[in-house]
């Protein structure tokens, strides 16, 4: 059975850091790009970051450039998420997302339970 | 970026319901168009994909229409386990966005 397993969400000041860990099984990882989907309480869904499946390729929200670093560890089928300079709007419970391939349209196939990061002073 | 309208915010329906969400992209996407479920206190669910196909394990009264800029996700017979909160989100190109959501919620 596929499962994502976050973990590392914490409560932490305004301007602090923070890092997100993603542990995957049940699947080939490498062969999937991973992204990052948060939700703010009581809101709807923005998508945060993704890397491809080699690690070669990032993208961010233009939210999270320059604060947040996503990267990839293939060996250890993990992806992890660097937060820094947080704010009190960056309090969300973000989820872990395997990504489909480009025949598929890259959806967002599969989830995990999401981990809560509150930032507040 | 992508601006993604979802209509209504929110409906209260009853089982056997036919229900249709709609979804409108502020610029054309082709047919790269996901429909997601989400239930209280847990993560999202994909329901269709591509804008039409059906995920594995997703039951056949949840169809999926629309290309270009103008979508539609239909349930047929609405069942109680279907009320939740349902989002549209595009995959034509970063950054993803999604629809601010539509509550089904039991009349």
């Known amino acids: 059975e596929e499962q994502l397993l976050e973990s590392g969400g914490d409560l932490v000041k305004p301007g602090g850091s923070l890092r997100l860990s993603c542990a995957a099984s049940g699947f080939t990882f490498k062969n999937y790009a991973m992204n990052w989907v948060r939700q703010a309480p009581g809101k709807g869904l923005e998508w945060v970051s993704g890397i491809s499946r080699n690690g070669d390729y990032t993208y961010y929200a233009d939210s999270v450039k320059g604060r947040f670093t996503i990267s990839r560890d293939n060996s250890k089928n993990t992806v992890h998420l660097q937060m820094s300079s947080l704010r009190v709007e960056d309090t969300a419970v973000y989820f872990c997302v395997k990504e489909g391939s480009s025949a598929d349209r890259f959806p967002l196939l599969n989830w995990g339970q999401g981990t809560l990061a509150v930032v507040s002073s | 970026d992508i601006q993604m309208t979802q209509a209504p915010s929110s409906l209260s329906t009853s089982v056997g319901d036919r229900v249709s969400i709609t979804c409108r992209s502020s610029q054309s996407i082709s047919n790269y168009l996901n429909w997601y479920q989400q239930k209280p206190g847990k993560a999202p669910k994909l329901l269709i994909y591509a804008a039409s196909r059906l995920q594995s394990g997703v039951p056949s009264r949840f169809t999926g229409s629309g290309s270009g800029t103008d979508f539609t996700l239909t349930i047929t017979s609405l069942r109680p386990e279907d009320f939740a909160t349902y989002y549209c989100?595009?995959?034509?190109?970063?950054?993803?966005?999604f629809g601010q959501g539509t509550k089904v919620e039991i009349k």
């Open positions: 989100q595009q995959s034509y190109t970063t950054p993803w966005t």
